[in-house]
């Protein structure tokens, strides 16, 4: 009987103590989350206002298609004058 009251103040002068101070190492962590997470809310709310001209790249896109598809039929016509001129000469 004696050895177990021995026991169990060494667990409360050794352990329990240990077990405290981690315990609160990880309340003042999870304390810490907060405002790291309102610092990223702010950030992403500011991000999201710069996704609104997303939209207008579809409009973009398909105007770089035409430009493309113009250059590509001049640059064919440019071969044929080339070819042309090639023969002439």
């Given at each position: 009987m004696t050895l177990w009251?021995?026991?169990n103040a060494l667990l409360l002068v050794a352990v329990v103590p240990v077990v405290v101070y981690l315990l609160n190492g990880v309340l003042r962590t999870?304390?810490?989350i907060v405002p790291t997470v309102d610092a990223i809310a702010v950030t992403a709310e500011a991000c999201s206002t710069d996704l609104d001209a997303v939209a207008l790249?579809?409009?973009t896109l398909d105007q770089v298609k035409a430009t493309v598809t113009g250059v590509a039929g001049y640059g064919g016509s440019l071969?044929?004058?080339l070819d042309d001129a090639a023969v002439a000469s």
């Open positions: 009251w021995i026991g999870a304390k810490a790249l579809v409009t071969d044929v004058i």
